[in-house]
């Protein structure tokens, strides 16, 4: 049960990060302008699905603190590099972004260091 909050951290980071890519594309790039870029970080904020990726975020933060209670940072904190894996295989599938061989190396990198600070315990 107490893996559940690692998984939340997890699962709402992947989802904010991939809302907030999904909407702030459509509102093209950030304004050079002061004014203009205040506009369009309110229109931004006005977005509920941006709200969405926000709230995701401090969700993610209250299972974290929730997650310290049970863990060491040591050992918890390498389960939240699997975010971005799970971030590029998203973001492969949702935005056709591209998966290069060196990407594919660096996740099995990662893949291979949870694996193994898993095992510390």
């Not at 890519?21 to 093209?28: A, C, H, L, S, T």
């Not at 229109?43 to 060491?72: E, N, P």
């Not at 971030?87 to 193994?116: D, N």
Request: hydrophobic residues 60%; aromatic residues 20%; charged residues 10%.
């Amino acid at each position: 049960m107490k893996y559940l909050y690692i998984v939340g951290t997890v699962f709402f980071t992947v989802y904010g990060q991939l809302i907030l890519k999904w909407r702030i594309v459509n509102y093209g790039a950030l304004p050079d302008q002061l004014t203009e870029k205040l506009f369009f970080l309110l229109r931004l904020f006005t977005d509920v699905f941006i709200l969405s990726g926000f709230i995701s975020a401090f969700m993610a933060s209250l299972c974290w603190m929730a997650a310290m209670t049970k863990f060491d940072v040591s050992y918890a904190y390498p389960f939240m590099s699997s975010a971005f894996v799970l971030v590029l295989v998203f973001s492969a599938v949702f935005f056709r972004e591209p998966i290069t061989w060196q990407k594919v190396v660096g996740m099995m990198f990662i893949g291979v260091g949870i694996l193994i600070t898993s095992r510390s315990v």
